[in-house]
């Protein structure tokens, strides 16, 4: 992932449709981050309603 996105940084890759290029990618240029950390989080949470049933 990274390797995309260090080429995506230096405007040589074009985003696809997926959801880490159309977010994560596009929040971690706009914060000047040289690199970016995929989370898979799948935990209840005290409080917080559970979107996905």
Known sequence: ???EYQEYFKDNFVLTSKEVHQI???LAKESGLNEV???DWDKDVPGVTDLVQ
């Open 1 to 3: 992932m990274n390797e």
């Open 24 to 26: 994560g990618f596009r």
């Open 37 to 39: 950390f995929a989370v």
